[in-house]
């Protein structure tokens, strides 16, 4: 199920630096199975992403979408089935032969070419909005403090914050907290994209300034994107595929053009009518 390839756009267009791409497949979950109890969030789940494409999740609350993109952070691991990000596994690694769970420092070095952005904003209260943005790239990547800061300050300014680099979180709307901890996933470069409802924790006034920084990055950089939502005009402008999710499988999957206006699946067609 993964999207049709295009040309890559220029990832040094907006100077982000993300790695370039060429439309091959980057994530990959095979038969992967989620529960928590009793209950299965995700069942047998197969579907793949290809590199810089733009992929939303929709579906009713519980059908298993948030859980994917915890699966992908190792967050939470798959019951069954194996995940795989730009060839390698995630959660496993082969010895001699055969696929066993991965240590630490495995896990550690596929899930660095991901990054997340959570419904709360999660910035660290004590620090500046620029030490919020560079800290991981420092501590992490082993980047120069003042590669840090310039990477940082470019990041800021393409979401619009480049004048509040000396303020703290607490100094900021709602809006602008998700906009320093959108920079401040892209600062570690990722290949991969996660975003978890981005809008749910902001009031309705500050939503579109947040998406409309989200659509300028999917147009103008090569990061690939996974996103959860439930706006559906922003995952009509943004997608390139979207899968629609119902009690942990991929029951319908499409361009948003077909999606959104003629949906095959009695059930997308009811949860659309319900959301719009």
């Known amino acids: 199920m993964s999207a049709d390839t295009t040309p890559a756009k220029d990832p040094g267009a907006t100077g982000t630096g993300n790695p370039p791409v060429d439309g091959s497949e980057l994530i990959r979950f095979d038969h992967v199975t989620k529960r928590f109890g009793t209950n299965t969030v995700l069942d047998r789940l197969d579907f793949s992403v290809d590199s810089g494409k733009h992929v939303t999740l929709i579906g009713p609350s519980g059908s298993g979408k948030t859980t994917i993109l915890r699966l992908l952070m190792t967050l939470t691991k798959p019951d069954e089935g194996t995940i795989r990000v730009g060839g ?42 620029l030490r919020n943005v560079t800290e991981a790239p420092v501590t992490v990547l082993g980047l120069s403090k003042d590669e840090a800061e310039a990477r940082a300050r470019e990041l800021l300014d393409m979401v619009g914050l480049g004048d509040r680099c000396d303020a703290y979180p607490t100094q900021l709307s709602g809006g602008q907290q998700q906009r320093v901890a959108i920079a401040r996933a892209l600062a570690m470069r990722p290949q991969v994209l996660l975003l978890d409802e981005v809008t749910s924790a902001l009031d309705p006034e500050l939503v579109a300034g947040v998406l409309d920084v989200l659509r300028d990055i999917a147009r103008s950089t090569d990061i690939t994107m996974l996103c959860v939502t439930h706006e559906m005009n922003f995952a009509r402008d943004i997608s390139d595929q979207v899968l629609m999710f119902d009690s942990g499988r991929v029951i319908e999957s499409g361009p948003p053009e077909r999606i959104f206006s003629d949906p095959e699946h009695e059930r997308t067609r009811e949860f659309l009518g319900a959301v719009r």
Request: aromatic fraction near 10%; charged fraction near 25%.
């Open 88 to 129: 390698q596994y995630l959660t496993h690694e082969e010895r001699n032969g055969r696929l066993v769970p991965a240590g630490e420092k495995h896990v550690r070095e596929v899930r660095r070419n991901i990054g997340m952005v959570f419904q709360q904003f999660n910035l660290f209260p004590n620090m500046k909005v």
